[in-house]
């Protein structure tokens, strides 16, 4: 048993607290570790009056989770060359030529902002009131009300979550791939990761008998009150249905980004999940959040965790992970409480075991075709120094002098070529790595910059 998955007591305990200090009806959650689920554990009930304990394969609504499925889907499609990032969405959309942009034309709304909630765009459709369940779920009726549809803010002022902004996003996808924004979700998404408790309503009666009950909020009295039934069914913004067995598949689906191209399982290609995970801008005054591609980033005490979560009537949750220990956690309720407080409370402690546990572990060798391009690099002439390691898995150049700068490179697939991680100012820039006639690398490029190898002083 992993150091990770021996934590069982401590897991199932916070679950228990959690839920008592919070008075739910019930909650089930999970711990990720590498490929796969280490721990999963309930309290309370999933169905009061049936008296039905909550499980890993218990469906809930994971609502905006969705958005990350979505998000997924319009990556899909960009690195098929099917759209760009930085189209408006209005090319995909013509009914939006319609709506309202003060601040601008309306293509400033793209892909990209409507993505990471930064278009501007309202929140909401129109007329929306979720207080007394009006929410209108179609596209085709949304849109043939564009005129009413508007931009509230100047792009790129602030987030402004928006969940219309995702439903468009589900029929640019419905549009570019042809088939209906579910199917393509199911095919290209789903059944490639095995997420077969996974569905948009209606669910079928074999998934239906497993849903957990949702319940109101606690009000004046512990008697849980059944929350009311959704006339309609958001989809692309928030509609999915799941169990802790197939969003810790979608976790580990997140660790890929060293996966390479999409294929099976890799349902995202590496350098593209990378991107989604990379925070766009933060999202607020304290530096605690900051928002990606689908997904968002939230700080707590030293470590940032990559999430999302979700809300609709009686269900709470969130997923929450680390890409480098590959460390995640997941909290599903049957009522009103902070999901994340719960997932990142899991999250810490298996983050903790894992890093003891790794801190113990041999490191992995070193890929023979990257052995002699490490050692020392540098320029005399402006006093640059640099060393090029392998480093916590990754090809990377370090600064003795720098401790917190470092450059991370992504093999490229072509001998001595490479290209650096996102996150810093050279982000992107090809690496390449110059030989001589012997065969024996003599120096360095990245971007514009052009640094020689410094061999050892024979003693």
């Not at 390449?432 to 012997?438: P, Q, V």
Request: with cysteine; aromatic share 8%.
């Amino acid at each position: 048993m992993s150091s990770v998955a021996s934590l069982s007591d401590r897991y199932q305990q916070t679950v228990t607290a959690f839920v008592r200090e919070h008075r739910l009806p019930g909650a089930v959650a999970g711990v990720v570790h590498g490929d796969g689920l280490v721990w999963s554990g309930g309290a309370g009930l999933a169905d009061v009056e049936a008296g039905r304990a909550p499980d890993a394969t218990t469906l809930y609504r994971i609502a905006s989770i969705t958005k990350t499925f979505t998000a997924t889907a319009i990556m899909q499609l960009r690195d098929e060359g099917k759209l760009h990032l930085d189209d408006p969405a209005v090319a995909y959309l013509p009914e939006l030529r319609r709506a309202a942009s003060p601040f601008g034309l309306i293509e400033t709304v793209t892909i990209r902002r409507l993505l990471s909630h930064e278009s501007g765009l309202m929140g909401d459709p129109p007329d929306a009131d979720w207080t007394r369940d009006v929410y209108e779920s179609s596209p085709a009726v949304n849109l043939a009300r564009a005129d009413e549809i508007a931009t509230r803010l100047p792009p790129n002022a602030q987030q402004k979550y928006s969940n219309l902004g995702y439903q468009l996003l589900g029929e640019i996808v419905a549009r570019v791939a042809g088939v209906p924004y579910v199917d393509h979700v199911r095919t290209q998404i789903l059944e490639p990761l095995g997420m077969t408790s996974t569905a948009f309503p209606p669910l079928s009666d074999a998934l239906a008998a497993r849903a957990a009950v949702g319940y109101r909020g606690r009000w004046m009295s512990d008697v849980p009150v059944p929350a009311r039934r959704l006339r309609t069914f958001p989809s692309a913004e928030g509609g999915l249905w799941s169990c802790v067995d197939d969003v810790g598949r979608w976790i580990v689906a997140q660790f890929l980004e060293d996966g390479g191209d999409r294929s099976g399982a890799q349902v995202l290609a590496g350098a593209s999940l990378r991107e989604m995970h990379q925070p766009r801008y933060l999202g607020d005054d304290a530096w605690t959040e900051a928002y990606g591609i689908g997904w968002y980033g939230r700080r707590r005490g030293e470590t940032v965790w990559l999430m999302h979560s979700g809300g609709l009537p009686g269900f709470s949750t969130n997923a929450c992970y680390r890409v480098p220990e590959k460390v995640g956690a997941i909290a599903l309720l049957n009522g009103v409480a902070p999901p994340a407080d719960l997932s990142m409370a899991l999250a810490e402690l298996a983050l903790e075991a894992a890093r003891a546990a790794a801190s113990m572990s041999p490191p992995t060798p070193l890929p023979e075709a990257f052995a002699d391009l490490l050692g020392l690099y540098g320029d005399a002439e402006d006093g640059i120094l640099v060393r090029i390691e392998w480093r916590d898995n990754r090809l990377t150049m370090v600064d003795p002098d720098d401790p917190d700068w470092k450059a991370v490179f992504t093999p490229t697939g072509e001998p001595d070529r490479f290209t650096v991680d996102p996150g810093m100012r050279q982000s992107g820039d090809p690496v390449i790595f110059h030989r001589g006639a012997d065969g024996r690398v003599h120096a360095v490029t990245m971007g514009p910059f052009s640094l020689s190898r410094f061999e050892p002083v024979a003693g």
